[in-house]
């Protein structure tokens, strides 16, 4: 039987290298497309947020733990209700040339946060009322009511600043640009202080080194691993998680971040079976999870029938895991009695189509869910994630640890074919709610309300997975599952 993987530790396969290729180049590979590279906009792949957030610098970002970090502001101030957040400009200039202004930040900041409506993310900015310029180089963001997550918003890559030149291309504000090598990698370096309109640092040029990014499937990314030619490979999830002794490693440290988020099957059609609540919410009590994360041997994997992780912050802790008082034997013979009352009724069951992305775990994932629903009598069908499905897998970590997020994912503005308008109004009061109290209140009502109309099916929080050789600087677990580029271009003091 393979090993064991706890999810917060480090399985170590072997302490090798240390951390850099010969020429001082960091070597990193992505798991993903490199079609990345050319994302613009603000609704961005994952691939292409690690890029965004390389190249264009918000006011704030994230160091290598996911803690938020000076960028275009270098210092801030919350005033005391929480209703206001005043950030002060660093020196420097624009890629034009210019000084960093307030007007123009204030500008680029508004036309950022326009660009997200309609998303979960702009859902999660709702509550801003203000960006007002207060001098040349400070600005102020006024707020209907308390965001405690306020600033690890404003770190979030779409949140970043894309300058046009006078020629209508869009460069990069910094910290890093990039360029293509002959290997077909992306070479990114950290540009020089004085470029940045910056005083000149004596330690620059013995401290950066060049990170070389490529993407690549799972296998490839890994296998590269394996041979040496890289030493860092990001991206991993669910659907590529590397199991020990099923997937040919041979060297390298597994690091599993601790992450929360949504796992599970969303509904993605509501003709037919799929119409009615209390079917849809046969299939999530269908499901045998303890039995599902149990093929992928995972230690500490914890299996979950709720929207909201308990992990988060404002979580009253009112609303438990579901049919706690059912077997698993119960609750599936409840969901066949749903189901065979469909049939009785006459009606057609077709075979429900499950979109989910290509992979190993993504097989592990279908098989189990396959098994269960065949206990209850319903068929399904494996179809590629570009497709629609009946029903999909969604993989998302969370990119704060508060309730909103999770419920803000499930709305009727994102998902559009199950949800709760009730749940989403009880959402929208939390969000104007200036007592912590009460809105923890409103949130749990919003989780009850989201919970019952069943568009969502949770599994188990997300897995996020990356391989980093020992000796590699500027790299750390992270709760966002995030692990920007420019921490590991900075070699130690």
Partial sequence: MAARLPVIAILSMLLASCGQGRDGTLGVAVIG????LKERGQRLSPSAQLVRAATDEGLVGFDEQGRVVPALAD???????????????????????????ADVAAALLRKAIAGLKGTALGLDLAAIDEVRVMADRVIEIDL?????????????????????????????????????????????????????????QESFAS?????????????AAVARFDDGDVDVVLGGKVDNVPLAGRIGLTRGNVQLDPVTGLFGL?????????????????????????????????????????????DAEDDLGTIGERWQGMS????????????????????????????????????????????????IGIAVRRVPESDRGDLRLVDVAARYGRATWFLNQLSCTVQKAVCSPAGDERVAEARRALDPAARAALLAEAEAEITAANGFIPIARPLRWSMVRSGTTGFAQSPWGWHPLPPMAWLPR
């Fill in 207 to 219: 401290r950066a080194r060049a990170v070389s990014l490529s993407f690549a499937k799972a296998a």
């Fill in 144 to 200: 209907a009511a308390p965001v405690p997550e306020l600033l690890i918003l404003l770190a979030q890559p779409e949140l970043s600043f894309s300058w046009k030149n006078a020629k209508g291309q869009v460069v990069g504000t910094g910290p890093m640009a990039f360029t293509s090598a002959e290997d077909g990698a992306q070479l990114f370096t950290l540009i020089p202080p004085e470029k940045r309109g910056l005083p000149q």
């Fill in 33 to 36: 497309d490199a079609a990345a």
């Fill in 328 to 375: 698993m034997e119960e609750r599936q013979a409840q969901a066949s009695a749903r189901v065979a009352a469909w049939k009785d009724a006459g009606r057609a069951l077709p075979t429900m189509n499950i979109a989910m992305a290509d992979g190993v775990g993504s097989t592990l994932v279908f098989d189990a869910l396959r098994r269960d629903f065949a206990r």
């Fill in 266 to 310: 969303v509904v993605t059609r509501t003709e037919g079976f799929l119409g009615g609540a209390a079917n849809r919410e046969a299939l999530s009590m269908a499901i045998d999870r303890d039995a599902l994360l149990g093929g992928f041997n995972i230690g500490g994997w914890q299996p979950t029938t709720r929207i909201v992780s308990p």
């Fill in 75 to 101: 210092r801030w101030i919350v005033t005391d209700n929480g209703q206001s957040y005043i950030f002060r400009l660093r020196d420097g200039t624009w890629p034009d040339g210019k000084r960093i202004t």
